[in-house]
């Protein structure tokens, strides 16, 4: 009875997907007429397509399989490596080493393609200064970034912009990092550069501009769905620790 019912009901969820997205009506007639091997079909011929075609589910996925095989993108790199010893191979395994948050290990790597490249690279030498941030180098991560030209788009220019607010917060200069931050977050998607000038507000004493920047965080993510807010987890929650924290004191 109850294997019946949840039939029934996976029969009935294929009839008012195929009304609600306008999908050929003659699959109504065959799930209702045979709704076994119709209710099957349906779902592998007109729902699994558009389930792996959305951006969020794809993102989730993508994070699942990271988290039960961290490795597998740094394994598949080196294999690639080991068959064509390529420039575009060599940033391939350092853009793994780095996912993994091994930027030691991806210095050598992103230095070894940009000495090959016959060009400037200013997409890698970024990456290359970020993994020097990262592996506590900020001073010669500076120098690269008044290096490199800048990008032509202007997402990529945030994203650098965002790398040397965070170098300068690192080497004390936190108001040229404050200036940053201020017109960034007018653009970036996600949290991560709002609630990095939120806690450098905090640290600096600005407490109620940095209010601000985490009520407009509150703002956005209940506006999101569970699935949207999974990209950007960490910053949500501690941007929703940092203001009930400042809530409770008044």
């Known amino acids: 009875m109850i294997l019946y019912l949840l039939v029934l009901a996976i029969q009935v969820a294929c009839v008012i997907d195929v009304i609600r997205n306008g999908r050929n009506q003659l699959w109504i007639m065959a799930l209702v007429f045979l709704p076994g091997a119709s209710t099957i079909a349906y779902v592998i011929i007109e729902v699994l397509p558009r389930i792996q075609g959305n951006r969020h589910v794809r993102t989730v996925r993508a994070q699942v399989e990271a988290r039960l095989d961290p490795e597998r993108e740094l394994r598949a790199a080196r294999e690639a490596l080991g068959l064509a010893d390529t420039i575009a191979n060599h940033i ?82 936190a108001d040229a990092a404050l200036a940053l931050y201020a017109d960034i977050v007018t653009r970036m998607p996600g949290e991560e550069a709002r609630c990095r000038y939120a806690a450098l507000l905090l640290d600096q004493g600005y407490e109620p501009r940095a209010r601000a920047v985490l009520e407009e965080v ?29 809530r409770a004191a008044g």
Request: no cysteine.
């Open 92 to 173: 391939r395994v350092a853009d793994a080493l780095s996912d993994l948050g091994r930027f030691d290990e991806a210095v050598p790597m992103y230095r070894a393609a940009l000495a090959r490249s016959p060009d400037s690279d200013s997409r890698t030498e970024a990456k290359l200064a970020r993994a020097l941030f990262e592996t506590g180098e900020s001073s010669e991560a500076r120098m690269l970034l008044d290096a490199i030209t800048p990008p032509s788009t202007q997402s990529d220019r945030d994203r650098l912009t965002l790398l040397r607010a965070r170098v300068l917060t690192e080497l004390g200069e």
């Open 218 to 246: 509150e703002s956005r993510m209940k506006r999101l769905d569970r699935t949207q807010r999974a990209a950007d987890a960490d910053m949500y929650k501690w941007a929703s620790d940092k203001l009930r924290a400042l």
